[in-house]
């Protein structure tokens, strides 16, 4: 199985970006699915994930301004993220929880005040 985040870019205080992660493979042994951000000093930590029956956590920094979905027809989970902020720059991954070996390349989320 395999996970491929895409989607990233530079974009001005208060824009939006949405993010995409396509898996490839099996999905049954993939619940939950989340986006991860490296914390500094800190291994990666998920800030939000889905289930596979498409229940959604949120952590607080993201909560009212993030949403995550999951396409499952194609495999897909989006993270649509509104109301950048600058602490929201990053590398951008998504894995499962707990992640798996393969982290994939991730994609750089720049955000510019």
């Known amino acids: 199985v395999q996970l491929q985040a895409s989607g990233g870019g530079l974009v001005q205080a208060g824009g939006s970006l949405r993010l995409s992660c396509v898996i490839s493979?099996?999905?049954?042994?993939?619940?939950?699915i989340g986006w991860y951000r490296q914390v500094p000093g800190k291994q990666r930590e998920p800030f939000v994930s889905?289930?596979?029956?498409?229940?959604?956590n949120y952590g607080d920094s993201v909560k009212g301004r993030f949403t995550i979905s999951r396409e499952g027809a194609k495999n897909v989970v989006y993270l649509q993220m509104n109301s950048l902020k600058p602490e929201d720059t990053d590398v951008y991954y998504c894995?499962?929880?707990?992640?798996?070996?393969?982290w994939g390349q991730g994609t750089q989320v720049t955000v510019s005040s």
């Open positions: 889905i289930s596979i029956g498409g229940v959604p």
């Open positions: 493979g099996s999905t049954t042994s993939l619940n939950p």
């Open positions: 894995n499962s929880i707990p992640p798996l070996t393969d």
